[in-house]
């Protein structure tokens, strides 16, 4: 309790933001009333607080939080107290939102970047592509070991904060630039790096660019692969299906309708599909992929529970009227487990189902509903799983989020009411571990995949 205290004190003290923007605060009754707001909605939804010892160690951080609030708060400073607060609960679908109006009137009044993306590998920060026109020294590829000597290792222990995942360098990574104005404040026109290439350190001043300037470059010089689906053929066997996501599903029903038609007419008797970074999305897009590679009824959980509130109560009363008529006596706090016939699933007809070998590429940022179709094809033995290791999160892990908005500052938080556990292992706090051990994250060519499959058979 000691160390929690000191630690926000200085928290406080010493987060600043430059003379040129001016941060939105709220009063600490402000915040008392929000953080009020959020312990309830997480109390009442998230099944984690049902066991008494985390319960009393979050109650513990909560308690010092509330009791160390100076008399007012910036709005980036409550994002953090309810990060710290959220991510207690390793929850990768359980977050809170970027208070994104506040950053985007600090890049409206011409606010400052770093003029490069950043990639963390091995808890180690690096540049990623440096956006340059005038600098003579390109820097990609640099290690960086300090910030205006702010130390890597510091900052990515600070920035981890914001993140509940197992694996919390996708997340960092993805939103390095905001976590850091966030915790460290605005920068100047200028910031002093210290880097290493080769075991060499060099100490370099590095002029900073306006955020408007950085999407500019950023487009020209590294612009978005905005393809989420493709199918790709070769050597008149092999079929190359690559998903980057989940979430969409008519998209990807409508991409996977027409893929299939490709695959079946040519024959191809070998089908790579790849979910390397692949975070997730919806139970139904899963489903629909299934559909196309497995013909009898499933279950794509091993199981769920459901812990009962009013406000899941509210959200299936009329999007699901059966579930809601199974839990609408059962008292608040306790755990639904769903039976096996809301389990089970009947495939949608198909003239006919994929009956090939099948290989699936994962990685650390496979994650979600990617995962938990990973363990679908490994429980099934459909194919055979590829990667260096595991899949990212755990085979047994929250989500369904709930969205909740806080009353004052308007920060969106979500919060899952659901356990589920997925196939693919037995290990509840490990991810589906890859059949065959091959570090594709370093090889790009698709065509030297492809090869080495042939190795294997």
């Known amino acids: 309790m ?5 630690s926000l004190y200085v928290f406080f003290a010493f987060h600043t933001y430059s003379q040129e923007f001016k941060a939105t605060f709220y009063s600490a009754e402000q915040v008392k009333d929000e953080l009020s707001f959020f312990k309830q909605k997480l109390k009442s939804v998230h099944p984690k607080f049902n066991n008494q010892q985390f319960a009393s160690e979050w109650d513990e951080l909560y308690s010092s939080i509330k009791y160390e609030l100076p008399d007012s708060v910036t709005i980036n400073e409550c994002y953090i107290i309810y990060c710290r607060l959220m991510s207690k609960l390793e929850d990768g679908h359980s977050n809170v939102l970027i208070p994104s109006e506040e950053r985007i009137r600090y890049m409206n009044e011409g606010g400052l970047i770093l003029p490069f993306t950043l990639e963390i590998r091995n808890n180690r920060i690096f540049v990623g592509k440096h956006f340059q026109e005038k600098e003579s020294t390109n820097l990609s590829g640099f290690e960086i070991l300090s910030i205006d000597e702010n130390q890597s290792s510091d900052i990515l222990k600070r920035l981890s904060v914001f993140s509940g995942a197992k694996y919390k360098s996708e997340i960092i990574q993805r939103y390095f630039h905001v976590y850091y104005w966030t915790i460290y404040g605005a920068f100047k026109h200028r910031t002093t790096i210290v880097l290493k290439q080769n075991d060499k350190l060099i100490t370099k001043e590095l002029p900073l660019i306006t955020i408007k300037d950085y999407v500019q ?5 590294s612009p978005a692969n905005s393809t989420k689906y493709d ?4 050597d008149n066997q092999t079929a190359f299906m690559k998903i980057q996501t989940f979430a969409e599903v008519e998209a990807l029903s409508t991409f996977l309708e027409k893929s299939f038609y490709d695959i079946r007419k040519n024959k191809y008797s070998r089908l790579i599909i790849d979910i ?12 629909t992929l299934i559909s196309y590679l497995y013909s009898e009824n499933y279950q794509q959980y091993k199981s769920i529970q459901l812990k009962i509130s009013d406000e899941v109560k509210d959200k299936y009363k009329h999007r699901n009227p059966s579930l809601f008529a199974q839990i609408d006596s059962i008292d608040n706090g306790k755990l639904f487990t769903y039976p096996i016939d809301y389990l089970m699933k009947a495939v949608p007809q198909r003239e006919s189902t994929y009956k090939g070998n099948i290989y699936l ?3 650390e940022g496979t994650f979600s509903g990617a995962a938990t179709f990973a363990g679908f094809i490994k429980e099934n033995k459909l194919g055979s799983l590829i990667g260096k290791s595991e899949t990212g999160g755990n085979i047994g892990y929250y989500g369904d989020f709930l969205t909740f908005t806080m009353p004052h500052t308007e920060i969106k938080f979500n919060i899952s009411p659901k356990y589920f556990i997925q196939f693919g292992g037995e290990n509840l706090n490990k991810g589906v571990f890859a059949d065959i051990l091959l570090d594709t994250d370093t090889i790009k060519d698709i065509n030297t995949i492809s090869g080495y499959i042939d190795g294997l058979n």
């Open 231 to 234: 199918l790709n053929t070769f």
């Open 217 to 221: 470059l950023r487009n020209k010089y």
């Open 276 to 287: 390397r970074n692949n975070g997730g999305g919806t139970s139904r897009s899963v489903d």
């Open 361 to 363: 590429l994962i990685n």
């Open 2 to 6: 000691k160390y929690l205290i000191v």
